[in-house]
């Protein structure tokens, strides 16, 4: 299956810092990402769809001031959550949309801490 | 409004036997249907998919069943083996559109 690289995996960072997410597609061009976000024992919520060379899709209740999102180019896209406090922790997953089925494929997910 | 359920938590199967993993979706617009498998701190992996002109697809150990009219689909894995054991996430798209709706998960594990 396609690959998709998330990283860090892990990050433990101060209350007020800001935190960025890579996520690379290896082995296709992806011209729309998704970024998820998955609390314990809960399902995958989607925060938001980034296409290459424009603005990112928030879903409704996502700050989208706070999770900056850029997808400069098909094979990268990044999260970066501006100012993080406790409550952002989580577990935040990346995916990769391949065609022609549009099949969704993910990074390995990022263990956001903030203390 | 939860437009893609699983409405069972877990399922404890023996290995060699046969799992079944059920979905319901609400979304009559829905047209593609996925399974992904997640273990825990990493990123689901896809497993099998269909579409809604169809009633079944397999890939190997796993089929996907789809009815329409009951708006329900199913997993089947046979024979069940302990690598089976994981969350599995049933997820939904609608025509046209590029984001996929998740159910709950089903947490699987399969016993020796």
């Known amino acids: 299956g396609a690959v998709v690289s998330q990283h860090p995996s892990w990050v433990i960072c101060k209350s007020g810092t800001s935190v960025k997410i890579e996520c690379r597609s290896l082995?296709?061009?992806?011209?729309?990402m998704f970024w998820y976000r998955q609390f314990p024992k809960q399902s995958l919520m989607l925060m938001a769809t980034?296409?290459?060379?424009?603005?990112?899709?928030?879903e409704q209740g996502v700050e989208k001031d706070k999770f900056l999102i850029n997808h400069a180019s098909l094979t990268l896209s990044t999260l970066t959550v501006t100012s993080a406090h406790p409550e952002d922790s989580s577990f935040y997953i990346c995916?990769?949309?391949?065609?022609?089925?549009?099949?969704?494929?993910f990074g390995a997910g990022t263990r956001l801490s903030v203390l | 409004d939860q437009q893609v359920k699983q409405n069972s938590p877990s399922l404890s199967v023996q290995e060699g036997r046969i799992s079944i993993l059920n979905c319901d979706y609400t979304?009559?617009?829905?047209?593609?249907f996925l399974w992904y498998k997640k273990y825990p701190a990493e990123g689901p992996t896809f497993l099998i998919s269909?579409?809604?002109?169809?009633d079944k697809n397999e890939d190997g150990r796993f089929t996907v069943f789809l009815n329409k009219s009951a708006k329900h689909l199913s997993l089947h894995i046979v024979p069940s083996q302990p690598g089976d054991s994981a969350v599995y996430f049933c997820?939904?798209?609608?025509?046209?559109?590029?984001?996929?709706?998740f159910g709950q998960g089903t947490r699987l594990t399969i016993n020796p």
């Open positions: 995916s990769a949309d391949r065609g022609p089925k549009n099949i969704q494929y």
């Open positions: 082995d296709f061009q992806a011209t729309t």
């Open positions: 980034s296409n290459e060379g424009s603005k990112a899709t928030y």
């Open positions: 979304n009559s617009m829905f047209d593609y």
């Open positions: 269909i579409s809604s002109i169809k």
């Open positions: 997820a939904a798209k609608d025509q046209g559109a590029q984001k996929l709706v």
